[in-house]
């Protein structure tokens, strides 16, 4: 894949959900994305710019479900916790969370669990998915998006580097993670990224951050220099870090806590901190299809417009 690296000049903006340029432009938290890259298929990858919204509520747990009732303890239900492709947010984007009522993300406050806060929702209208086993009166934005294999697993890979976490995400390396066992005992395992889920919508890999890093060595506080970091422009600072699709797993053997890799504010990579039901941001990722026509030159104030 192509992909965009470098400081916030990259020219990779681009409106999706209008053809409006102008509008796009008035209206950034609803039609502003950045392009990723582009694939071998000549799919663009996109990026939504600003944090998910739901009403005023920015803020949405990656899993909703875990801690167990009356227990000060951050574990799991039955101590499983889901990987991504059963994870609340990942059903919620993609509209598939059926049953559960509008919420605000977070499990301990009270509130009924979130609903299909992406695709489904009044805001985001030109994501609008329609049936969900036909797409019958599925929005036209939401037809150019293309269905995608994604890949989910766990890494307790601490070496900062986009060519080897890409292969460990895209199952072409081994990794390790610790594993709870039913026994109640944790043990560190090696295995592969192989499980994938066909769905159209996502969240960032780690490696999709580290490789629009512009440096050839990024660490885990620099990443904040990089086009793809959610403040650059002073806007998303509430909340003050992001969800990555990429699950850390079990801490370590003495701690079950199962976590996910997310972003923060100052620029920090962190997979070991925190827990699934805290309150993050989300910024979706999806492919698009290749037969778009665009015009536009892909700066902030001539963004890409797609002719439809």
């Known amino acids: 894949m192509y992909r965009y690296q470098g400081a916030d000049n990259v020219f990779n903006w681009i409106c999706f959900g209008t053809s409006n340029q102008e509008e796009c432009k008035s209206d950034i938290d609803k039609y502003m994305y950045r392009i990723i890259g582009i694939n071998a298929k000549g ?4 990026l939504k710019e600003t944090f998910l919204k739901e009403g005023e509520v920015t803020g949405f747990a990656w899993n ?18 889901p990987e991504w492709n059963e994870a609340d947010l990942f059903q919620r984007i993609n509209g598939t969370a059926n049953g559960k009522t509008a919420g605000n993300g977070n499990a301990n406050d009270g509130k ?9 929702s009044v805001y985001y209208d030109y994501l609008k998915s329609g049936d969900k086993i036909n797409s019958e009166g599925a929005s036209e934005w939401y037809n150019l998006i293309e269905n995608h294999y994604w ?4 890494t307790t890979n601490t070496t900062y580097n986009g060519n080897t976490l890409y292969n460990i995400e895209m199952g072409a390396i081994e990794t390790t993670h610790y594993v709870n066992n039913e026994d109640g005992t944790v043990t560190l395992q090696k295995y592969t990224w192989t499980n994938k889920v066909l769905a159209k919508i996502s969240l960032l ?9 512009p440096g ?7 990443i904040q220099s990089s086009w793809i970091h959610f403040q650059k422009d002073g806007y998303n600072s509430n909340p003050s870090s992001e969800w990555l699709s990429s699950r850390w797993g079990a801490y370590n053997v003495s701690d079950k806590n199962v976590r996910a890799w997310k972003l923060y504010d100052y620029g920090k990579l962190d997979g070991n901190d ?18 778009i026509n665009l015009s536009g030159s892909g700066t902030k104030e001539n963004p890409f417009v797609i002719e439809l």
């Not at 799919?43 to 996109?46: A, D, K, V």
């Open 274 to 291: 925190g827990s699934l039901n805290n309150s993050r941001g989300a910024r979706p990722v999806f492919y698009l299809s290749n037969k």
């Open 205 to 213: 890999y780690l490696h999709d951050m580290l490789y629009a890093y």
């Open 151 to 154: 890949y989910y697993g766990d």
């Open 112 to 120: 009924d669990d979130d609903t299909d806060i992406f695709v489904d």
């Open 64 to 81: 909703d479900e875990y801690k167990i009732s009356g227990s000060d303890n951050d574990v799991c239900p039955d101590g499983v916790c």
């Open 43 to 46: 799919q663009m990858y996109l």
């Open 216 to 222: 050839e060595n990024p660490n885990s506080t620099n």
